[in-house]
């Protein structure tokens, strides 16, 4: 992996690698933009297969990050850290506070919080030796799953504007939806679509998360996860891993929209442009999966939760203008999210020019 040229093609401005031999941790911190304000991420921690493939998927996720806040108007940068492995036994405590040192050491430049891996306590344990985190004990975002409830509620309201595109209605009754994955946010997005009606197909990996769901949502068809791309349905919805739109899972999609919660589902950005070949509306994930950093942006003003769930309303309206601007101008909806959100940069950077 060419470093530099991938941190010099994707603009990026900064990548701090993080070891502590005490307690093993080995971690990834991206910064893609602070044009806005302060990079805003969340800590994941996943057991990565390689070195390579944690640093890009910092590199990705910091810069989805920078586009999920221009485009909601919030004013913070993107970044994300990501922790290679889970510490040794015993070890967590110390690991997640060394990384919280390491925050520490930013300055600033760099507000950490919750994501896929890493709890509540692991933000505390941060929290030990850092100001710049979010999502600690007590806070907005930590209080009864907010943020994944928040989040499942703006692509909630996604899903609704991508019908309405379609169909003319936002109705969900009767309609068949496959969920993918059972996960906070994943889960919360069923108790959505569930009480208005919609038809269940889900899956995850984790058997004892997917046995909780078909069990809470009445009706709920569990399939396999290597089939759930594949089944007939109005929308699919991956809320797990990214890059689950590719060349081999696009031919065999059975639906008319994708909306869902994963972050970076396009594997590349030219499959886009082949789900719109093929008729299908794709409901761009940073914009509709932007509640979880609407509530920790709410949680940094010290604004409550009716004020942060408003805000995140305002996901439907930012969609509906994603959409119309594609169709007017022949591009994908993609290109259209990433036109708004290059908009929302270039417009601050003349202000400070």
């Known amino acids: 992996m060419d470093i ?11 990548l701090v690698f993080v070891h502590d031999p005490d307690s093993g941790l080995k971690a990834v911190i991206a910064i893609h933009n602070t044009t806005l304000g302060p990079a805003l991420g969340g800590c994941r921690m996943w057991a990565y297969p390689s070195e390579e493939a944690a640093v890009q998927d910092a590199l990705r996720l910091a810069r989805s990050m920078t586009y999920k806040s221009a485009a909601a108007g919030l004013a913070y940068g993107g970044g994300k850290a990501v922790i290679l492995a889970p510490p040794a036994s015993g070890k967590r405590e110390a690991a997640f506070r060394a990384f919280g040192r390491a925050v520490q050491g930013m300055g600033g430049r760099y507000i950490t919080g919750l994501d896929l891996g890493t709890t509540v306590t692991d933000m505390d344990r941060i929290s030990d030796e850092t100001d710049y985190v979010t999502d600690i ?12 409830k928040m989040t499942a509620y703006g692509v909630f309201l996604g899903i609704k504007t991508a019908l309405e595109e379609i ?7 009767g309609r068949t939806i496959a969920v993918q994955g059972m996960g906070k946010v994943g889960y919360w997005l069923c108790r959505y679509l569930s009480r208005a009606g919609v038809s269940l197909i889900i899956t995850d990996t984790n058997e004892a998360a997917l046995r909780r769901a078909s069990e809470d949502f009445a009706g709920a068809n569990p399939v396999s996860p290597d ?9 699919f919805a991956p809320c797990a891993i990214g890059g689950i739109l590719n060349d081999v899972t696009l031919p065999q999609l059975n639906c008319k929209i994708v909306a869902g919660a994963a972050n970076n589902q396009l594997v590349e950005e030219r499959i886009g442009a082949a789900l719109a070949m093929r008729g299908i509306l794709y409901a761009p994930d940073y914009i509709i999966n932007a509640g979880g950093i609407i509530v920790t ?8 939760a009716d004020f942060a769930e408003r805000q995140v309303e305002r996901i439907r309206t930012t969609l509906r203008r994603v959409f119309a601007s594609a169709k007017a101008a022949g591009i994908t909806p993609g290109e259209a999210a ?5 908009q929302a940069l270039a417009q601050r950077q003349t202000r400070q020019s």
């Open 4 to 14: 530099w040229g991938e941190m010099e093609h994707g603009h990026f401005e900064q």
């Open 137 to 148: 004990s007590g806070s907005l975002g930590a209080v009864g799953d907010f943020t994944a």
């Open 167 to 173: 169909y003319g209605s936002d109705d969900l009754n």
């Open 227 to 235: 089939v759930i791309h594949r089944t007939t349905c109005d929308i």
């Open 297 to 304: 942006a709410a949680e940094l003003a010290s604004c409550d």
């Open 338 to 342: 990433d036109r708004l959100a290059l």
